[in-house]
């Protein structure tokens, strides 16, 4: 029994949660009333990283970082490479480096969030949340909607090939190098991708409009589901606009006022802590000014689309706006909005693509700038899950001596945490863990897209157990998938 | 074997840089410089969407992964495609990539899993352990000879195929789905 707990509580615990990512675990607080008195999403996060980056050359570290996740290497690629640029004095790209990174970073968000909705969320949506496991996947989404299921791939894929062309290959990647990129983009390469551009707009499209007509016609029982009022971060450009590669950081509370604004990625440290907590091994960042209590906020889609001032893509901006008049214009605190802002920087990310495709400096030839060496660099880019953050620290022999990674997943720690907390209270009944509360535990996880990739994943590691224990610690009951 | 010989797409997945889980990935890496006729080699960090609409362009598909249990050297299974799956993460599953393909693409590609042992997973490092090795080693060589002097299919129809022997384990690796391994 854990020896923090008072006798007289009853702890439910859900181990691990693979059905959102590799290795989680959700424990439930009872106290004698059988009421909810505390929720804990444990992730199991080995942050052994940083450390194995210490002693590698500069030069090596924006291929490393990429074995920190299966799912978005190449934000961790951009990530260091931003930090590196300024160590070696490069952050002022070429325009043919800039769109390339760009254009990288661009098939990075189309294909994580085609990959998310059609494989993850779209299962949730069409088939609703009570609906059983062995339909509500992709798998029965393939059998029930098949056109819909093909986009996913295909759109996937898409988004997959422009990081090949861009990076060098579609996992470990080279594109990005301190102070540029070691390739252009090529006639023919362009050529391929202009032939699939308009199904791919197309589709973006529509996915928004599934997520949209989704989220408005279930208002009524989205609207608290695993919801609650939170502050934003995200990076914005210098005019407020929505900038997923680059920018400074704005924060803002839950009715959308300021809490700062326009901070360089290299101060990021003076607004920004985490704390730790000895029962997870995830640090909990919060703003410095409201302390760990008050500074916890939300990343990722829905922070975003709430703290820019406006999208420069048009079709993009449009459904913000329609995005952002459901809360009359105020910040959308819906968890479940999570899915509709998700789709529409999916359709902003394609249509980003379109306009660097049509972009002639992507067949430039100058590709890497240097400068006044530093040694110190922070790197921040918007990763499909948030905000991601590389700091390092190099000596005089280019050698990594301070890495501090701050992923998307951890700065929505808190927020995860309190949407299982809110979705315990809301559906727990009894001391049983029902089919039902797992589905809905999940789907509020779910939302947040958390990454967890990486934990090794080797054959046959997925199994979901679910178990119950009483305040002596014997185990009462206990669920697998 | 048939006159057209079956195109075979190598899969080889997870993470180098956790220590043996980089066995798929050493793999693919391996089979690719022996530039085998009809073999395409990708590799990833996990199976994910697209991996069934590349499957579904090939005869045969081999997920090779990293096992944390079963036999040494390596298990050679055949893998259904899944009408249904219990659970959901952003990797698939060998089973779902077919099922997907199969549903998705109208393809009847067969699937194998080729699990290597390994023995280290929970480090940050990039390399192998020595036995890990020795155990890719052995796996590289099953698929060059199944594919330079037979066919997966045949070997799948008659447990085994021209220039396939058993290895010095005398270890038979075509074993129905779901069996227990040695």
Redesign the interface.
């Known amino acids: 029994m854990d020896p923090a707990l008072p006798a007289s509580k009853t702890k439910i615990v859900i181990d691990p949660v693979t059905r959102v990512e590799g290795h989680g675990k959700v424990t439930i607080l009872l106290d004698e009333a059988k009421q909810v008195v505390q929720t804990r999403l444990h992730i199991v996060e080995f942050r052994g990283f940083e450390r194995f980056i210490q002693g590698r050359p500069l030069w090596e570290v924006p291929v490393l970082v990429q074995r920190l996740c299966g799912i978005c290497p190449v934000s961790h690629h951009l990530a260091a490479a931003k930090a590196m640029d300024r160590i070696v004095g490069g952050e002022n790209l070429t325009p043919t480096a800039s769109k390339m990174r760009r254009l990288m970073h661009y098939g990075q968000i189309f294909q994580s969030h085609a990959l998310h909705f059609f494989h993850l969320c779209s299962p949730d949506l069409l088939f609703g949340f009570d609906a059983d496991v062995r339909i509500r996947n992709v798998i029965g989404v393939a059998a029930r909607y098949p056109e819909l299921a093909v986009q996913g791939v295909m759109m996937r894929k898409f988004g997959q090939e422009i990081i090949k062309a861009t990076a060098g290959k579609k996992i470990h990647g080279t594109g990005a190098i301190p102070g540029g990129v070691n390739k252009n983009l090529s006639i023919q390469e362009r050529d391929g991708f202009l032939g699939d551009l308009d199904q791919m707009v197309t589709w973006a499209r529509g996915a928004v409009g599934i997520a949209r007509d989704y989220t408005v016609s279930n208002l009524q029982t989205l609207a608290p589901f695993g919801s609650f009022e939170s502050s934003h971060m995200s990076l914005v450009r210098n005019d407020g606009a929505m900038d997923l590669y680059d920018g400074n950081l704005r924060a803002i509370d839950a009715l959308g006022n300021k809490i700062f604004d326009q901070i360089p990625c290299q101060a990021y440290i003076d607004y920004l802590a985490e704390e730790v907590r000895p029962w997870s091994y995830m640090k909990f960042p919060f703003i410095k000014s409201l302390g760990p209590e008050r500074g916890w906020y939300r990343v990722g889609p829905l922070a975003r689309i709430n703290t820019a001032d406006f999208i420069d893509t048009p079709e993009a901006e449009a459904a913000r706006r329609e995005f952002m008049a459901l809360s009359d214009g105020k910040p959308n605190n819906l968890t479940m909005a999570y899915h509709w802002a998700r789709m529409i920087e999916g359709l902003h990310a394609i249509e980003k693509i379109r306009d660097l495709l049509h972009d002639p400096d992507l067949q430039g030839t100058d590709l890497v700038v240097k400068g006044e060496r530093r040694e110190e660099g922070v790197g921040i880019v918007e990763a499909p899950r948030g905000t991601l953050i590389h700091h390092y620290r190099v000596d005089e022999q280019d050698q990594v001596v301070m890495a501090n990674l701050i992923v998307s997943t951890t700065h929505n720690n808190e927020p995860m945490n309190r949407a299982v907390q809110k979705v315990a209270k809301d559906y727990l009944s009894g001391v049983e863990i029902t089919e039902g509360l797992l589905n809905r535990v999940e789907v509020a996880i779910r939302a947040y897209d958390p990454c967890l990739s990486c934990a090794t994943h080797a054959l046959g590691q997925m199994p979901l157990t679910v178990e119950l224990l009483d305040h002596t610690g014997q185990v009462l009951d206990t669920k697998s998938t | 074997m048939n006159e057209r010989r079956e195109t075979v797409l190598l899969l080889g997945y ?5 220590l043996d ?1 980089g066995l798929g990935a050493a793999l693919a890496a391996q089979v690719e410089l022996l530039a085998l006729p009809g073999v395409t080699v990708q ?4 199976l ?3 991996d ?2 590349a499957a579904a362009r090939h005869d045969v598909v081999i997920f090779a ?5 079963g036999a040494d050297p390596f298990s050679f299974l055949r893998v259904d495609a ?12 060998p089973e ?1 990539v077919l ?2 393909a199969q ?3 109208g393809a009847r590609t067969d699937g194998y ?1 080729l ?1 290597i042992r ?1 023995y280290a ?6 390399s192998l352990t020595d036995q890990a090795r020795a155990n890719l080693a052995a796996a590289v060589a099953f698929i060059r000879r199944v594919c330079e002097h037979g066919s997966f299919r045949e070997l799948a129809a008659n447990g085994s195929a021209p220039g396939v022997g058993d290895p010095p384990e005398q270890q038979s690796y075509l074993r129905p789905r779901g069996e227990v391994e040695p």
């Open positions: 997870g993470n180098p840089g956790r889980d590799a990833d960090y996990q994910c969407l697209e069934a609409e992964d990293a096992t944390t249990s899944a009408s249904s799956l219990g659970f959901s993460t952003h990797a698939l599953q779902a099922g997907l549903q998705l693409f899993t699990g390994g997973f929970n480090e940050y490092e990039e």
